[in-house]
């Protein structure tokens, strides 16, 4: 741990990821008690024809898809509290982990919207320009690189 002092946006992203941990998880749980429901219960119209068409067509039942919709829920969960946590703790490798995640995360909107002509994410994509220009500030620099 840094003997620098925390920066606020750092503690609070680091009380989101966890924030978000517990939401992922409890989806995941839902998705667990939704496999023993009729989707008819939950969709109607369009909406029901389209995910009962997906898994005709990728020979899935309800059940297995909510419960693997669960399982990715509960280990997104997760990794956001891991990163929560090292994002509190101020570990060096959490820093890494931020600017490869927002570079991803630009590269993806870019790419999307050059593959699909449509532009998507913009928003997601400018809030991790301004997280990856945020990490690279002196004071949350050293938060995470010096011991």
Known sequence: M???????????LGVLYILGAVILVLGGVAMFVAGTSNPADMFSGETLDKILQFLADNNLSWGDFT?????????MGVISFIL???????????????V?????????VVWSSISTGVIQGVAGAIVSLILLLYLFLPGVKAFFLSD
């Open 67 to 75: 419960n693997a919709s669960g399982i990715a829920l509960i280990v």
């Open 84 to 98: 929560g946590i090292g994002f509190l703790k101020g570990w060096a490798i959490f820093w890494y982990l931020g």
């Open 100 to 108: 490869i995640f927002n570079i991803l995360s630009i590269v993806a």
């Open 2 to 12: 840094s003997d620098v002092r925390r920066p606020i946006l750092i503690t609070l």
